[in-house]
């Protein structure tokens, strides 16, 4: 591939959105010219990417790794489901770490541009853009923008935050998944609980409903939980805040092919994304070394079928959400539902689970399929 003199400055590569996926793809390239886009600096974005994983070592993100937990839970009223897995662990990596991680390892050819990007046009395989100042034209161009959820579209929103804690975390080897033990009446609500260490803890109120709240009315969940734990807060350390879109994200043929959350990389149901993006970029890598630049789709028709369908019976019966989601748990022993939540679950782990799912309102929703 070769670059040439012109007003534009001509690029082989261009990754608009320098975050999960367009850094993650971005450290790989070498031997061409390349440039990623991105407003932010990696600081701005110091929260935690959790998820299932089987060997941390080989990875990339192994030295931005804060947590591991081979148990996890997951809590309603009435029952504490506990799951210990010897092949998975839950995994949080900070992803401010890994983020400066990345740009650190960018190969010489790659260049950062620390804004923006505006006027952004497919051109062919390609795209045209402005940014910093300056005019590129890309041969071939990907796109991790993401648009912002529909109203009316389920999402997962969320604040958390990280604390110093005045007294030791009873289970600090335990990941709280979701405690449903908090105020459902405004969507399915739970608080997500990760101990970094025996004074070190994550608190989120998070929901899954169509309308986000005031943050008040999170922070108010959070203070409750930890009172309702005998946590008291030695000290604030930070906040973090999310919202996940549940639906898929809009396509355009005026707009580069996309990646990470925008290009498809993500779980509808669950909001879990970083397994899937690093996939996404590692197939789309090992494509573009062979000489082929189509963004691979990590999230087979049937996953994202079934995802669709629980999401459309979650938004038409709210009530029923937290016996979805603890009845899942049940259904399954740890191994199993790390395999269901990286979608890599077997015939007889999805009917474990659709066996536990209620059954009239599944039927309703795929009648009027
Ligand atoms: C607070 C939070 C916590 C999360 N926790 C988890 C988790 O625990 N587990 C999990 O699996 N997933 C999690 N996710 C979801 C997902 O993993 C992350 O959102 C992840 O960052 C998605 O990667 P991405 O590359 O698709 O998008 P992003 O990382 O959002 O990258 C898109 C980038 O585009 C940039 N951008 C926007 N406009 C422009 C522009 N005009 N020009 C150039 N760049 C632009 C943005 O600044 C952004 O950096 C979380 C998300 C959030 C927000």
């Known amino acids: 591939m070769n670059s040439h003199n012109s007003p534009e400055l001509q690029v082989d590569i261009a990754i608009i959105g320098g975050g999960n996926a367009g850094l993650s793809l971005a450290r790989k390239l070498e031997g061409c010219r390349a440039v990623v886009v991105e407003p932010q600096t990696p600081a701005a974005r110091n929260y ?159 929901m899954i409903s169509t309308t986000l709240e005031e943050s008040a009315w999170y922070t108010a969940a959070i203070e409750r939980w930890l009172a309702l734990q005998g946590i008291e807060v030695d000290e604030l350390i930070r906040v973090e805040r999310g919202v996940i879109a549940m639906s898929e994200q809009p396509t355009s043929a005026h707009l580069p092919a996309k990646i990470g959350i925008a290009g498809g990389a993500v779980r509808l149901s669950s909001g879990y994304a970083f397994t899937l993006i690093q996939q996404q970029v590692n197939q789309l890598y090992a494509g573009i070394s062979r000489g082929d630049y189509t963004v691979p789709t990590v999230v087979t028709a049937k996953l994202a079928w079934m995802d669709a369908l629980f999401n459309r019976v979650l938004l038409a019966n709210p009530p029923l959400g937290v016996a979805m989601m603890v009845n899942t748990a049940k259904a399954l022993d740890g191994n199993s539902f790390a395999r269901f939540m990286l979608g890599k679950a077997s015939l007889w782990e999805w009917c474990r689970v659709i066996l536990a799912m209620p059954k009239r309102a599944f039927l309703r929703e795929l009648v009027r399929c």
């Open 48 to 206: 935690s990417w959790s998820f299932w994983h089987n060997h941390q070592h080989q990875e990339p993100f192994a030295a931005a790794v804060r947590g591991c937990w081979h148990q996890w839970k997951i809590v309603d009223q009435h029952s504490e489901v506990v799951h210990n897995s010897d092949h998975y662990a839950y995994l949080s990596v900070n992803a401010c770490d890994y983020l400066t991680q990345c740009e650190s390892e960018l190969a010489s050819t790659v260049e950062l541009v620390r804004a923006a990007a505006s006027d952004v046009q497919a051109a062919g395989r390609g795209a045209t853009f402005t940014a910093g100042g300056r005019s590129y034209r890309a041969q071939y161009a990907y796109d991790s923008r993401q648009s912002t959820p529909a109203e009316g579209a389920l999402k997962q929103h969320f604040i958390g935050w990280e604390i110093k804690t005045k007294t030791a975390v009873k289970e600090p080897h335990i990941a709280t998944l979701m405690d449903f033990r908090v105020d459902q009446s405004r969507g399915l609500h739970f608080i997500y609980a990760l101990p970094f260490s025996s004074h070190r803890l994550l608190v989120e109120s998070t």
